[in-house]
């Protein structure tokens, strides 16, 4: 319900507070005009990717030709006008203006008439990829030092009259000839990169597998326009900066198990030293990185047991393995009944006579807390995980879709599951709502219950981010594979059809036409002919495998998922060039673009929250003017 401008002949509060701020009926036409057209401008472009498990060079590739948008925009503004490698080349300039610049200067091609050129066809770009920005938003994404030449640059008009294209001849060889051509061309980069993309959403699961996700979350921070949906090994990683020493075994282990210590010990500065020389010492035998991974899976399984034991809301019992091992013949006894024989079985930590095999040993526990100490003081990885929490969130309705990393929990029906947590039943939103208060109250109060809860989501048969039953236990001591295959959610079953889609659209608050649901964390396998497109494009999954650990599985090297005013269309990016490739030949990103949706009229920002948002205040300042015309405010002159 809208609020009336006035109580009893009294202007309300807000119209008070809003007098403060357009005193003038002058500055309330600005506004409103301003306002009331911004409504109608196509909405700003978005892009989707998910599942980046630590592969910099790829996302730093892809942040820089904005998922292969620039390249697409050279192409459509130059045309026949530049040749392919003069194309690539100003591409590559675009991407990575400093290091273009150092290579021309160093081969002595950067003269003066390079510098005209490449910034009279960055200007010319610029023109065109701002028609959907007002013109005060533009200058807003111009490098503050930049901003006044830039914005004159962008007013002049050479093709309407001598005198304007003289003038701009002139601005652009001044910049030159004062030697200042290298910082307006990074400036216009900056900008260009800007007008291709006004908002970013990352779907989960920036950590793991690859090697550098710190390098990924310290570029994001710069980004100006960003939202994150946590995955369930960012959830691990958060679970562990915040003290759990069950997370911590686990990250630890992931790292080890994919060769990519570094991050743990030069990106975060946590020392594996005392955990390497434990394992040397009770698995001689072993390659040193092996050895550990061993020796920290078994604190994993003994700490994963106690938390399990303590949580049994988690449904997380058929998880209790340890104690089903039997030390003797070298098997366990599986939940089907049947006995497996284990590999590797030699167990130094567990003492199988004192009964609980999930007891730590003194020197487990004294590791553990010297790790912990580690992932606790560690600056950087805090300072990440603070971000994570402040641009995070568990899911994100967003113009009318509904992203979260892994799936809403379904009953084998395809209805929504209802959990039963510490007495009270939950099911499809309020499930989503809850998970994301306990992940929150581990942040804010640390400790108990809810870091336990951190541990659940990144690998709970129940999560929203996991959503699968993880046989860790079998994956990595029992040889027969078939006992490796995790039991999955209804939902991903259920996902391909679309009521399943409108019902959980539905449920979100959504309409169930028009909005989509965009997930990332089951990789496709496009190799296999599956497709990222589900239940006609209302549901899509967007983990491509930028993780090159799974490009033998899916085949491709990741998606961009982009929505712009036109509809939604899907890059699935062959190969993705790094800086070197790029420099070297001006390689790029090949992709591959797909059509998911085309809307027969254009989306405009009056179609979206930010334009919903807009109304609201344009309502407000309708009142203000009233106030201002039937004297109840009196205007400042
Ligand atoms: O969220 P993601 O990337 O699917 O990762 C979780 C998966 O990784 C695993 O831990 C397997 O890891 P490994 O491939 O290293 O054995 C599975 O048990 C689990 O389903
Ligand atoms: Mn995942």
Redesign the pocket.
């Known amino acids: 319900m809208r609020r009336s401008p006035c109580r009893k002949g009294r202007p309300t509060k807000v119209l008070r507070l809003l007098a403060e701020k357009y005193p003038t009926k002058e500055s309330v036409y600005e506004k409103l005009i301003y306002l009331q057209s911004q409504l109608s401008l196509p909405k700003g472009v978005e892009h989707f990717m998910s599942?980046l498990?630590g592969e910099y060079d790829s996302f730093f590739h892809i942040l820089n030709n904005c998922s292969g948008v620039i390249r697409e925009k050279v192409d459509y503004v130059f045309g026949e006008r530049l040749s392919p490698e003069e194309k690539a080349e100003f591409c590559t300039l675009i991407y990575y203006p400093k290091e273009k610049i150092e290579q021309m200067t160093d081969a002595h091609k950067n003269t003066p008439e390079w510098y005209r050129r490449n910034l009279s066809q960055l200007l010319e770009l610029s023109k065109l990829m701002s028609y959907k920005y007002p013109a005060s938003k533009v200058n807003g994404f111009i490098p503050k030092r930049f901003e006044s030449v830039i914005v004159e640059l962008m007013n002049t008009r050479p093709e309407a009259d001598h005198a304007q294209f003289l003038y701009h001849k002139r601005l652009l060889s001044t910049i030159v000839q004062i030697d200042s051509g290298a910082d307006f061309i990074q400036a216009f980069t900056v900008l260009i990169k800007r007008l291709a993309v006004d908002r970013l959403h990352i779907v989960g699961?920036f950590f793991?597998?690859g090697n550098r996700p710190d390098a990924i979350l310290n570029r994001l921070m710069k980004h100006p326009s960003v939202d994150i949906q946590w995955?369930?090994?960012d959830v691990l990683w958060m679970g562990a900066a915040l003290g759990s020493e069950t997370c911590i075994a686990a990250v630890v282990r992931?790292s080890l198990?994919?060769d990519n210590t570094d991050v743990l010990e030069r990106g975060y500065g946590i020392s594996l030293r005392p955990l390497s020389a434990f394992a040397a010492r009770i698995y001689p035998d072993e390659r040193p990185i092996r050895a550990a991974e061993r020796a920290v899976t078994m604190m994993m399984f003994k700490l994963e047991g106690q938390l399990i034991r303590r949580n049994p809301d988690f449904q997380m019992d058929s998880r209790l393995l340890l104690d089903r091992i039997d030390f003797r013949s070298s098997c366990a006894v599986l939940g089907d009944g049947r006995r497996y024989e284990l590999e590797n079985a030699y167990f130094p930590t567990i003492d199988s006579a004192a009964g609980d095999p999930y007891q730590l040993t003194a020197e487990e526990q004294e590791i553990l807390e010297d790790l912990r100490s580690y992932f606790v003081e560690s600056a950087v990885l805090q300072r990440h995980v603070d971000y994570l929490y402040q641009k995070g969130s568990l899911y994100t309705r967003c113009n009318g879709n509904l992203l979260f990393h892994g799936c809403v929990p379904l009953e084998e029906d395809g209805s929504l599951r209802t959990i039963c947590y510490g007495g009270r039943a939950y099911r499809g939103r309020q499930w989503f709502d809850f998970c994301e208060d306990m992940a929150r109250e581990a942040w804010l109060h640390g400790g108990g219950h809810a870091l336990d809860f951190m541990y659940f989501l990144w690998?709970g048969r129940l999560s929203p981010l996991?959503g699968?039953e993880?046989?860790?236990f079998e994956?990595?001591l029992i040889a027969d594979e078939s006992t490796w295959k995790?039991p999955s959610d209804p939902y991903y079953r259920y996902i391909d059809q679309v009521e399943t889609c409108e019902m959980v659209l539905r449920e979100f608050g959504l309409d169930p036409k028009r909005g989509h649901i965009i997930n990332g964390?089951?990789?496709v396998k496009v190799r296999k002919g599956e497709s990222p497109v589900k239940a006609g494009g209302r549901a899509i999954i967007i983990?491509g495998g930028f993780?090159k650990?799974y490009h033998k599985k899916t085949g491709i090297s990741g998606y961009t998922l982009i929505s712009n005013s036109r509809g939604l269309r899907l890059l699935e990016h062959q190969h993705i060039a790094n800086v070197r490739e790029a420099l070297r030949e001006n390689h790029d990103i090949e992709s591959v673009s797909e059509t998911v949706e085309l809307q027969s009229c254009r989306t405009t920002v009056g179609d979206t929250d930010e334009g919903r948002l807009i109304q609201d205040e344009i309502t407000d300042l309708y009142n203000l003017l009233l106030a201002y015309q039937n004297g109840l405010l009196k205007p400042s002159e």
């Open positions: 599942d498990h699961d793991d597998r995955g369930n090994h992931n198990r994919y690998c996991s699968r993880f046989k860790t994956r990595a995790e964390h089951v990789p983990d993780c650990a």
